[in-house]
């Protein structure tokens, strides 16, 4: 008796001839004395035809190379009104580069790797939920540390002790850092109260004193935490903005509430409409744009919509655990920002289905930090 | 042969009697005629001890039922230093729900539901992201569609489509948002520049006319847009308050940043630190406070934070697919919020891991819409 | 000042016209009476068009509607070896629908939903991972619980409590059963050695009595139960087979593993060759075939194996919450199924992304369980 | 005007002091030269508190040290009856590790990963799904190519294109795995037959040469396909068991199916029973028992329930992508399965929530693979 047919002919169904661009599935080459004991390098390289996330982080980091490499004409070749964007120290166009994290990256120790790039001028700018601000600040004030994602939430509270996934901070660490920015807060409201009355009429005008934004604050609490493990610090230093369009939605939110009692009937003021003139010129003058975001929400839509004013990123590499069947921006893949036009349709794009630590410090040790930098 | 005792004594493990509280699992009585073509309400009892969503669902709907039939004293008999919060219409005291709903949620068939909520005056305040804003606007103007999550990106931005997850909208109708709001922009603009003439260097002081928010963007928005199918008509007709801090996010925010040029040197101004103090002032006023939030990432965020400042939510329910393995607060679980002081240790809350549009019909049928309003 | 061009252009991209047949996203509308306390069937119709999960769902419903209401031709007019596959009552041909679930599923209170559809002959095979068998007969001897996820694990296991998800089933349970199943074994082995005597030489072939195999042991313990709360046991009643390659894969793998000591040197035996042999030829008989499948793993690529053997299923429905980018099978949409004839190319397919109690119940009730059946 | 103390007083709760065992939260430290270009075993320890699942990452390769490294007493000092489980080459009690994965890690280049640990005896017994044997001997006959998640299934069908996530499988490689399969089923029936007609009414008793098994099938094709690539050569060579109840789910169960109708009367069996046996002899006679879990299902649940036997793993690591709020076994945490005494309630256990390709290479690395086998 012979087989079924209609069941033969649909499993022993003839394949066309695979075409000679086809690349072949293939892992780590144990013969070689480099797979024990696996540089970064020798990672990345050898998980690029792994398939699912492997080839993805493998990819991420081609794209990462691609996009710190990409180096334009001199400044100097150029006219007048087209010399923006990014330059190197020796005055060639560079990637402009929005990096996006969410807060929780800075409660974990991914914070020192952030810190890397931002302090060797790796990326541009940056967007950060209000976490990823205020947290950075606290860390000079006082350590996290580690916990447990079972902790019950009510012997934590009685203890004073707040978590965050796996992490534990204290609450007196909010208590510091209160009284740290009290003063900064007095002093930055004294002088949108000057510059008010300076430029009266005038005051809330384009690029006005008296307006205070996000951007600026956090750069002024960058120059005042004068702390070389800050990654606002050296975003300061570094003149590489850091946007927060809501950076009230969270400890420093608390703070400027309460100021808002201690300081009545006067009120700082914090203006989002600069920023994201600020942000979309970024955009705009940039030669090439790279977006390197981890983690969604906010932070990852924030890069992506200022993009779109120059029709589209030219490399984009997304990381995290959002998925797209909610129809979320968080979860949305690269492909669904092309419709948008907030990538190119040619871009290199990717978008590796990852939590950030597990990933970032290898994916950093094997692109930015590959090598030791020379400053 | 006998069994051998070391697998037999594993695998054999009496227990301990089972406590007299224990709740047996069980299902849909099928014998019943009402076990057919269910109602919502049938639906979600019969869910209450099924195990695993169903379970936390039915939970959910137990929540919502608990925080909205909740009633306190008379306003009459408060101090009038106390008579603050939510009031019914007879006067007595009502749980403050805070609803949250993230951009996609608006731009899906569930903004009818939501703008059923905010017309009966179902929630008291809600956090929503810019796009969650912008786009309910936007429907008024021209309508959303249906498409599919594999739509390759490229061919829909030659064609002025954009996706949403697998929606789709057409690009003119951002054009149509431009035409529309414009003028609004001018006129606010207008008016900003008349207060500050006003006030001089009383301008950015607390409840200045000169400073818009967002939320009092968005209340003019809900003026101007004067359409019965819109969420934020229904918000500014019934005076609840939409909060969204990062408002510049989106679509508004492109808008502005072009107004930024039509109108230079002027410049509309949005200030965050006032809303901040406006919903955290709600929080400290609420007699009990309820948080029903749909998605993660700011909205989630800005609801739990405004809770701590009255240590913590009464009742909350979280509607999301974020996990907590990432230590994102998106996927933090109730009982993380609880440590932070953002929901009471003896609040009734709990996580519904599941894509709102999945369940927030049924929740709202069998809860809110449970009976068709009198009025 | 203009608005910058480039930004412009890319924000204001004109869409091509709205082709004729796109249909408008829209939702629930609460002018009509039965917006409240919803039905199955006007819930499930009201989110047709309300995008992502809901639209899924929605689909889904529609895709059991046809696979259900499929009626081919009858079987006097068909030649003798063509009477095969699934006919109803009047000798019409009707889709042979394969259902498979996981364990965890009759542990929940789903159990008496997959236990309506089985009683009713709703779906005409069945495959189950172990749990999803034994489960079933042990929930006829004693009770599961509801329990919590984050009950910890040291202090369930020294009270004798295993822990399901936020279900949990005492240890006892695991005894009762013991004592139940085996004096069924021994009758089994008995019946298996006899068979053996008897046949000599052709024991072993097709169809031999001597064979016991996972699907024939399973009927024969839904014989045994003899409860109408069962599944197993209308399944036994209806003739449905129930497939278990891993039969061994749990308690019952445990009670045989410790009958070969008790029987020795005689064992049982369960050869899984013919259950393939079984359910592949379900398959190729088929006129028209439905696979609906709730949950993943082994359920889910046995089911899709089988249709295989036909060229693939014209109906399937998978809801699970596995995600696509592991490369699973668990993970994987049905258009992965598709490219290896699994799914026919024009068969209409969903997946729903959500975990199963929270949907079945509402499924079941706007479709299968919409009326009440007259038996 | 002061704080609001409702506000302040939740807002600044004071700590309890943070007590002595508290680990700090901490990154990499880039001024040391190890930092660039990292390797596996730096990276490893540099993630130890970063927190997320960084840190768990970290502890899963400490967990694989411990259980490697551990070593009991020498075989001659046991009474023979004790003298079970698993030695090394010196007659030292090593830890009896059960290592399961899925199929689609060995479709991905994780296969020379695989093969690695069990060409060096890294682990004990294999628990695999089908497509985890059969394409392990298909790579042998053909390979496996790069492809991507979102080539549409219909054009793929077309060409004869089989889809894993984002790899392609031609078809051509499973016709020419049937070639190489038939005539190694016809000898094993051809041997079952034999020993059938020899043993009589013996057949099916214990460990019968009448009686294939699955493990006892996969050890035969390993011996067949006599091929250094292949994982199933080396657990045939090493003597490593690959458990595998459901071998009938995938291609081997086609070549079977069709298998029955070529050899008919006469059928190969392949019995389960004697395969729980053994798994459950190996757990039952480890004297240390660790798991390495790569993926859900029933390769996860396989290993666990084994494991149960000896009333719980010494040591367990899981690796997968499964949640547990859908109350299924894959998302199971490792303290789901101490409830059940498949773990102890002192064992060393975690869970690593990521895609295996992403992490594997990483971890054996820094464990398995941190230096090169002498031999």
């Given at each position: 008796m012979s087989k079924p047919s209609i069941a033969a002919d649909a499993v022993l169904v003839k394949s066309e001839p695979v075409p000679d661009d086809f690349v072949e599935v293939s892992g780590i080459d144990y013969t070689k004395d480099s797979a024990y004991n696996m540089s970064a390098s020798d990672l990345i390289s050898s998980m690029r035809n792994m398939g699912f996330q492997a080839s993805a982080l493998s990819q991420a980091c081609s794209i990462i190379d691609e996009m710190t490499s990409w180096k334009g004409v001199h400044?100097?070749?150029?006219?007048e009104h087209k010399q923006k964007g990014t330059f190197d120290d020796e005055g060639y166009q560079r990637t402009t580069i929005f990096m996006g994290f969410t807060s929780n990256l800075i409660s974990s120790g991914l914070r020192d790797t952030l810190r890397y790039l931002v302090q060797h001028k790796k990326v541009s700018a940056i967007v950060a939920s209000a976490g990823g601000v205020e947290e950075d600040l606290i860390k000079c004030l006082a350590p996290t540390y580690m916990g447990d994602f079972t902790l019950p939430g009510k012997g934590l509270r009685d203890k004073g002790m707040n978590r965050i996934g796996n992490l534990l901070v204290p609450n007196d660490n909010y208590c510091k850092f209160e009284e740290w920015i009290v003063p900064i807060l007095d002093k930055c409201l004294e002088e949108q109260q000057e510059a008010l009355q300076k430029l009266g009429?005038?005051?809330?005008?384009?690029?006005?004193?008296a307006c205070w934004t996000p951007s600026k604050l956090i750069a002024r609490l960058g120059k005042e935490i004068n702390d070389e493990s800050s990654v606002l610090y050296w975003a300061y230093k570094n003149d590489i903005p850091i946007f927060c369009p809501a950076l009230t939605d969270g400890s420093i939110g608390d703070m400027l509430f309460f100021h808002t009692f201690k300081a009545s009937p006067h009120q700082l003021r914090l203006d989002i409409v600069a920023d994201i003139r600020r942000i979309n010129s970024m955009s705009m003058d940039a030669s090439q744009a790279g977006m390197l975001i981890l983690g969604g929400g906010l932070i990852k839509h924030h890069i992506c919509n200022a993009c779109l004013m120059r029709n589209g990123a030219d490399y984009a590499v997304y990381i995290n655990t959002g998925q797209e069947y909610d129809g979320s921006d968080a979860g949305a893949r690269p492909d669904e920002a092309v419709s948008w036009g907030k990538?190119?349709?040619?871009a290199k794009s990717i978008k590796v289905y990852a939590e950030a630590s597990l990933v970032l410090p290898l994916i950093v040790a094997a692109t930015f930090a590959k090598e030791r930098p020379s400053n």
């Open positions: 400044r100097d070749t150029l006219e009429n005038d005051a809330l005008d384009y690029n006005s004193d990538i190119k349709a040619d």
